[in-house]
């Protein structure tokens, strides 16, 4: 798995007009139910986010093409849960992982609409949450709000990381480092809000 890591890195880096498909891809795919759960999507990113630090790709077109995987992604997803519900009791693979969806379920109960945001966050979880908004028959207006409003943070969230390594290997200069900084403690006081927010109404 290193080796071709490193090795889609390195063809990236010489070929960075196809970045964006790649970055699209791999968005998408980590956000479809159970091949998400497979797809190393973060990894990936953080490398996309170190050529970003070493100045090799564009940060807000790769932003984009992250966030447009995303939405699609986790579009297809629900589209899946709200017309093809069947189906779930037909994958082997929830078959042989029931827990698997048993805690998409648990973490949508509690979480609501917000948990299609949060489920971005939460690993495997996620290429699970937006097929169980579809099967709990989530308002499509509502979800795609969630969707599109969550794909604008996560894109950035996960690339930024992978910045900050590149501009250290780059330039070795912290003061390049400190938008990206204040972006990542940006989005983790929003984040701790919403969930002691949560936790606040949960437990009246």
Not at 9 to 28: K, Q, R, S, T
Not at 67 to 91: K, M, N, P, Q, V
Not at 122 to 148: D, E, Q, S, T
């Amino acid at each position: 798995m290193t080796e071709w890591f490193s090795a889609l890195l390195g063809w990236i880096e010489l070929n960075p007009g196809y970045a964006g498909w790649v970055v699209f891809a791999v968005a998408l795919v980590e956000s479809l139910a159970i091949v998400g759960v497979l797809v190393p999507g973060v990894v990936i990113l953080l490398g996309a986010g170190t050529l970003i630090g070493a100045g090799i790709l564009d940060f807000w077109l790769m932003c984009l093409w992250a966030i447009a995987g995303a939405i699609i992604g986790d579009g297809l997803s629900y589209w899946l849960g709200h017309h093809f519900e069947y189906l779930t009791a037909r994958w082997r693979w929830f078959r042989l992982h029931p827990d698997h969806l048993q805690k998409g379920i648990r973490f949508f109960e509690k979480y609501g609409d917000l948990s299609v945001a949060l489920g971005r966050f939460f690993g495997p979880i996620r290429a699970i949450v937006p097929l169980v908004a579809g099967l709990m028959h989530m308002p499509p207006r509502r979800f795609y709000l969630a969707n599109v409003l969550s794909a604008l943070v996560w894109a950035p969230a996960y690339l930024i990381p992978g910045i900050v390594l590149g501009e250290l290997s780059t330039s070795g200069d912290w003061r390049s480092l400190l938008f990206p900084l204040a972006a990542v403690a940006l989005i983790l006081l929003v984040w701790a809000l919403v969930h002691l927010r949560q936790r606040h109404q949960s437990s009246r």
